[in-house]
């Protein structure tokens, strides 16, 4: 499961460069992607919720009330390889996270919401990729 995250990650995270600017997400709010999971990242700049939002956009993943595309986001993430093991069970946590900042009108700010959220439901469940993967792929990809 932590494998197939971390692909989902990685190919989620190709998009973070078209949205920095859109977004205004700077280097030093985030650097990469990836470091999305680590513990100490800290979800503070709403700029992260907007880069999130646009990089969802480009990948066909909301809905007109920029609300989760469920069947989108489920064929996205089984485009992952072993991805239908994990499909059903992302969508269920995004969108429980979602319902749970239904009241936060800022699209950027509820996103940032639930990003965080996601990522805390990911680490209790232990469906959080290791940082030493992500860092470790990260590399060989870019070579
Ligand atoms: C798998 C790696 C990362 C995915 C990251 C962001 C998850 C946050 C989900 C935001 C969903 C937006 C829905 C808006 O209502």
Not at 88 to 102: D, G, N, P, S, Y
């Amino acid at each position: 499961d932590q494998t197939v995250m971390k692909d989902v990650t990685l190919g989620f995270g190709q998009a973070l460069e078209k949205c920095r600017e859109e977004s205004g997400l700077t280097d030093e709010k985030m650097e990469e992607f990836f470091h999305f999971w680590h513990d100490d990242f800290k979800f503070v700049h709403r700029e992260l919720g907007c880069a999130i939002l646009c990089m969802s956009r480009h990948f066909n993943l909301l809905t007109e009330t920029s609300r989760m595309h469920h069947e989108n986001t489920d064929n996205f993430i089984k485009s992952f390889p072993n991805g239908e093991i994990l499909a059903a069970k992302m969508v269920e946590i995004i969108h429980t996270c979602e319902l749970r900042f239904e009241n936060e009108a800022d699209h950027c700010a509820r996103i940032l919401r639930i990003a965080e959220c996601f990522r805390d439901t990911c680490k209790s469940v232990d469906l959080a990729p290791t940082m030493e993967i992500l860092i470790a792929e990260f590399i060989l990809q870019a070579e």
